[in-house]
């Protein structure tokens, strides 16, 4: 029996994954695909305090630290969540295992294309731009991402397109910089058909994000699948006096409607989206664990 499983190995679960062993809590965290999650796809990070370089260089470090103060480290997809009394079980790929409290951290999934293509496809830039030396690519999508990644390939593709349904919504000082590429193309307004795809030998896609919550029960997601926290969610629930919260879950900003779930990082309501806003989210969800835990003993 753990005292706490975190679900997602990015920065929020990470950071949690450090607070909650410090405070003696038996923590694991299981990660369904890369320790670090969207922070390893960032080619620079220059936006987080005390730090500038490389996104998967900082995951290790915090993986390492996390290590060091005791949390453990497991492969493995949640696929259900189930709450019996104060006891949650998780199934973990075909396994199940127990804790007294879980912290959902598992950020957002790229939206995929709605078909299968017969060219390779691709939705994270750093992972895969090695395979597209040479080649002719086509980057879908028109926001700050989009443009950004389509100007990181650039530089190894021999030739990029960037197609975009609408007008390009990405910054213009990003648009700039992608108009002086002489090997990058722009089209814009454009409804690319699957055949049209499959003329690029690679295709990027960055047409945005989805909540990772797929395996949650649903009434603890808002409208947009993100996972709800917070004494505004709880205090908008009529059902609050059946539930039986005491004063502290009242108080509790990132425990869900069920006690001893909590939710961190991107995958929250309302979340900022950044990595030193995901890892300060777990910072604080693994504080208000620690409370809960004491007080539910
Ligand atoms: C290309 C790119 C560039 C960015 N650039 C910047 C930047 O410069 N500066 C900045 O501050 N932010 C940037 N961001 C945003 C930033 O990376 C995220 O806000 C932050 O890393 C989110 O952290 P998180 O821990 O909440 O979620 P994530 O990093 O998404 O981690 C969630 C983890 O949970 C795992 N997971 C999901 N479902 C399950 C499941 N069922 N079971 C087990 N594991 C699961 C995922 O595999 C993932 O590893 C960028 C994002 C991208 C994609």
């Given amino acids: 029996m753990y005292d706490l499983i975190v679900i997602g190995g990015g920065a929020a679960g990470m950071s949690a994954g ?26 620079h990070i220059a936006n987080y305090p005390g730090y500038d370089g490389r996104g998967d260089e900082l995951a290790l470090k915090m993986r390492q630290q996390a290590e060091a103060a005791g949390v453990e480290f497991d492969y493995g997809e949640c696929r259900e969540v189930r709450v019996s009394g104060k006891v949650f079980d998780l199934t973990i790929d075909e396994r199940t295992v127990r804790a007294r409290s879980v912290l959902i951290a598992t950020g957002n999934e790229p939206r995929r294309l709605e078909y299968e293509l017969d060219v390779p496809v691709s939705y994270c830039s750093l992972c895969d731009a090695p395979l597209v030396k040479g080649k002719n690519i086509a980057v879908i999508g028109g926001g700050d991402s989009a443009v950004q990644e389509a100007i990181e390939l650039s530089h190894i593709a021999k030739q990029v397109t960037i197609i ?109 989206r950044q990595v030193v806003a995901a890892a300060a989210d777990g910072a604080a969800a693994a504080l208000e664990i620690m409370h809960y835990l004491d007080a539910t003993g």
């Fill in 164 to 272: 975009s349904r609408s007008k390009l919504r990405a910054s213009p000082k990003l648009q700039s910089r992608a108009l002086e590429l002489p090997n990058l193309q722009i089209r814009e307004n454009n409804e690319t058909t699957k055949e049209e795809l499959e003329d690029f030998e690679h295709v990027f896609v960055f047409i945005g994000h989805l909540p990772a919550t797929k395996f949650l029960p649903e009434d603890v997601l808002a409208a947009d699948g993100t996972v709800m926290t917070g004494a505004g969610v709880k205090e908008l629930s009529s059902s609050l006096d059946m539930l039986g919260l005491d004063d502290f879950a009242r108080r509790s900003d990132h425990e869900t409607l069920i006690p001893g779930l909590f939710a961190a990082g991107d995958v929250r309501f309302g979340a900022v």
């Fill in 18 to 43: 450090i607070y909650a062993a410090r405070g003696n809590l038996k923590t694991v965290i299981y990660e369904k695909t890369n320790f670090g999650g969207e922070l390893a796809q960032i080619i």
